[in-house]
């Protein structure tokens, strides 16, 4: 059956809510949009008394499945992005939502030169998406939005091991495969180091991304690490300047 454009269009926050309520049911936003309408669909039908309701359903949701990614985010990964503790540390930096930076750029924009690639991220993983603190290279309109749902992660999987991950291509990875960045975002290869604060929390992560298979080497995996962890040093930095900020105003209206 072939595919036909639409021209509908939401505002911001009817965005937002989508791409919210679609990472939570682990599809794409645009898979959302479809099932709703499948519903909608349904619910029409019925009420009208409609031949051919029980048929149609079927079509349509065979259709959707199609489209589902077959593979779903393990209960590790879930419980450790979602663990109350890493949640608390990471607002406490207050750089969620927070306009680009150039202490921050700079190391996308190294990390992109060092090895070679043209993408590279300053990602941290909230329970619902991952904002790009910066983000270089990436296609519209993720480049403006400066963030994903945690279908499109896979910075999220980095968070949950504490540990480095490399991929050569991710269209043959076993947990990546089916992730809706490759589509979407054509995340191929990638390399991700956890940025991991004083607490010992992983915040989110260091990337670089290339849109064809490659191999990291241990030098360019050696340097991403070192960056990432001067991103680290940044982010404790903004941290307690936030907070000392705070103190002074609290000790100004007392």
Same mark, same amino acid.
């Given at each position: 059956?072939?595919?036909?454009?639409?021209?509908?269009?939401?505002?911001?926050?009817?965005?937002?809510?989508?791409?919210?309520?679609?990472?939570?049911?682990?599809?794409?936003?645009?898979?959302?949009?479809?099932?709703?309408?499948?519903?909608?669909?349904?619910?029409?039908?019925?009420?009208?008394?409609?031949?051919?309701?029980?048929?149609?359903?079927?079509?349509?949701?065979?259709?959707?499945?199609?489209?589902?990614?077959?593979?779903?985010?393990?209960?590790?990964?879930?419980?450790?992005?979602?663990? #109350? *503790?890493?949640?608390?540390?990471? @607002?406490? /930096?207050? $750089?969620?939502? !927070?306009?680009? =930076?150039?202490?921050?750029?700079?190391?996308?924009?190294?990390?992109?030169?060092?090895?070679?690639?043209?993408?590279?991220?300053?990602?941290?993983?909230?329970?619902?998406?991952?904002?790009?603190?910066?983000?270089?290279?990436? #296609? *519209?309109?993720?480049?403006?939005? @400066?963030? /994903?749902? $945690?279908?499109? !992660?896979?910075? =999220?999987?980095?968070?949950?091991?504490?540990?480095?991950?490399?991929?050569?291509?991710?269209?043959?990875?076993?947990?990546?495969?089916?992730?809706?960045?490759?589509?979407?975002?054509?995340?191929?290869?990638?390399?991700?180091? #956890?940025?991991?604060?004083?607490?010992?929390?992983?915040?989110?992560?260091?990337?670089?991304?290339?849109?064809?298979?490659?191999?990291?080497?241990?030098?360019?995996?050696?340097?991403?690490?070192?960056?990432?962890?001067?991103?680290?040093?940044?982010?404790?930095?903004?941290?307690?300047?936030?907070?000392?900020?705070?103190?002074?105003?609290?000790?100004?209206?007392?």
């Amino acid at each position: 059956m072939p595919m036909r454009a639409t021209t509908v269009r939401f505002s911001d926050d009817l965005w937002g809510l989508l791409e919210r309520e679609a990472a939570a049911s682990g599809v794409s936003a645009a898979q959302f949009v479809r099932d709703a309408t499948v519903l909608r669909i349904a619910y029409l039908m019925g009420r009208r008394g409609d031949p051919g309701l029980e048929t149609t359903l079927e079509r349509l949701g065979a259709g959707s499945a199609a489209t589902t990614p077959s593979a779903q985010i393990s209960p590790d990964v879930v419980a450790a992005v979602r663990d #109350p *503790e890493r949640l608390r540390a990471l @607002r406490a /930096t207050g $750089l969620l939502g !927070s306009p680009a =930076q150039e202490n921050f750029d700079r190391y996308a924009r190294i990390a992109a030169e060092a090895l070679n690639a043209p993408v590279a991220l300053v990602s941290l993983v909230d329970e619902e998406e991952q904002f790009f603190k910066s983000c270089l290279g990436l #296609p *519209e309109p993720w480049q403006s939005r @400066r963030g /994903t749902p $945690l279908s499109h !992660s896979f910075c =999220q999987h980095v968070v949950a091991s504490r540990q480095p991950l490399l991929v050569d291509d991710a269209r043959e990875h076993p947990v990546l495969k089916d992730n809706l960045a490759i589509r979407d975002l054509n995340v191929v290869a990638y390399a991700g180091i #956890p940025l991991v604060d004083s607490g010992g929390q992983v915040l989110g992560t260091l990337c670089a991304i290339d849109h064809r298979p490659r191999q990291w080497s241990a030098r360019q995996v050696a340097l991403l690490s070192d960056l990432a962890a001067s991103v680290t040093r940044e982010i404790e930095l903004t941290r307690a300047a936030g907070a000392n900020g705070a103190e002074s105003a609290d000790a100004g209206s007392s």
